[in-house]
């Protein structure tokens, strides 16, 4: 059965996406069977591995409105183990839409059920927002990861993101946990990083990943040419973090 | 009558705080009567210029709820020229308690129409969303400065900032217009940068302001002492940047 891993923080630019793609796809260079599921209207990750957007036969939004999708709609990706399940744009609409439902934060929930079984990894990007589709994926995940840059101001926000993850704990999903919190963008030369970091640790203490995110530009220029960092420049400092990260996560789950 | 300039962008972590604490300390170097007006209940703006977010007798919220300041609980900052008016967490919940007034979209309008006699400027730093608190900012603007971060996804999600401009302009505020685009956290050695720069100028023009904004870590430190940069480090390319914006913001309206 495959482990619901959703990345999350509600805070915006802090790494999510880059995350998501990026251990999505070092999982499947470890020959993980991993799905991608974009759950940000902006749709970021389905453009960050070379899924076109437009007139997709399926979609997460289709995912929540209980169509179950047949394995040809998955779309594959450059990488084998790496199949993504897009975003749309209309996932902006289905906030609204599900909103008066009673089943309303448990849609992904209900969707991913027989679907995560066909994978070892089912990774969720998350939007920058604490709203329904953010609950959804809270509620449908067995453990999030939660990014923070390396910038002042990081820690900001997380008592909101982790009371929310409490209450879908004790409403919707009993076995929610932290996975572990990563810190993303970390810039060696500068004094703030080195600060940040260490006052993550000291606050979270062994729930952060070993393994850091350095600011790499490489990890920033992948998505214009709709790759994984490990497609577009194996040996750069951004690839072989993803890879540690996957290697360190795997690890925690022999 | 003070300049009513707000500094939106929906999008996350794009420098919209930065933009709005240091082109308001820069114009008060400038000797302009400026006040920085924090509408984002994470309250980064009124820590940047060290004002102390708790046990504060009046701030946003009062002005929201229609309490006009006296001239003694707008905050000083450590530049004469620059007054803040302070967020505060309880900014989170006015947009529910408004939600059902007819008035809710024109409040800061009402609060700030006073108030802004008393400044040559005054710089509304927005919350990264299109909710309530924007629309808010975008009703009581003269004009708008859209901070673009120079990575790949800069321009996504402009297209439904300036819709929803447009849609405040032609409901609440005939004369909204943008003041300009400004790119940030250029890094001149990143190809990528360039291109974003490049495609960002092809598509708006003159719209984009010549000065951009280096990435330079002082401009990061800075917050973390609770001062703009021209006083954490007057020397630094940051610095400079932001100078430079006030200038040429200056010179367009003389
Ligand atoms: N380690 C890194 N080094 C350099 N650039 C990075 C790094 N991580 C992310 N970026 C870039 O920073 C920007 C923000 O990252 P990303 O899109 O992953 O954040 P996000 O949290 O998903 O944002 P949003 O909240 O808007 O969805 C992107 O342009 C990305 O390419
Ligand atoms: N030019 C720059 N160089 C280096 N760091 C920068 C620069 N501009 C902003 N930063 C840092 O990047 C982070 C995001 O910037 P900022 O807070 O201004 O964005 P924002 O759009 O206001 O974010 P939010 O949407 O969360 O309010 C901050 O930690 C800030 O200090
Ligand atoms: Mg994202
Ligand atoms: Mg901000």
């Not at 449908?140 to 840059?149: F, G, H, N």
């Not at 009371?163 to 409403?171: E, I, N, R, Y």
């Amino acid at each position: 059965m495959g482990r619901i891993i959703a990345i999350t923080n509600q805070k915006g630019g802090v790494g999510k996406t880059t995350t998501a793609v990026n251990l999505a796809a070092s999982l499947a260079v470890a020959e993980k069977k991993v799905l991608l599921v974009d759950m940000d209207p902006q749709g970021n990750a389905t453009q960050s591995v070379g899924v076109e957007r437009n007139g997709l036969p399926w979609t997460v939004y289709d995912l929540l409105l209980g169509v179950e999708p047949t394995d040809d709609v998955l779309k594959p990706t450059a990488l084998d183990f790496l199949r993504c399940a897009p975003s749309t744009r209309d996932l902006v609409g289905v906030e609204v839409e599900i909103v008066s439902e009673a089943d309303r934060a448990t849609r992904l929930r209900s969707g991913l059920g027989p679907l995560a079984a066909r994978f070892d990894f089912v990774i969720v990007d998350a939007p920058p927002s604490l709203g329904l589709l953010t609950l959804n994926c809270l509620a449908a995940a067995d453990a999030i990861i939660i990014p923070l840059q390396c910038e002042y101001f990081a820690m900001e926000g997380l008592g909101a993101l982790t009371s929310t993850a409490d209450l879908v704990k004790k409403s919707y999903n009993p076995r929610l946990e932290t996975e572990g919190i990563l810190l993303t963008m970390f810039d060696p030369r500068n004094n703030l990083s080195h600060q940040v970091a260490k006052e993550v640790r000291d606050f979270f203490g062994s729930k952060v990943f070993r393994t850091i995110i350095p600011r790499n530009v490489r990890l920033g220029e992948a998505p214009s040419f709709g790759k994984p960092v490990i497609l577009y420049d194996a040996a750069c400092p951004g690839a072989h973090a993803y890879l540690a990260l996957a290697k360190e996560l795997l690890a925690r789950h022999r």
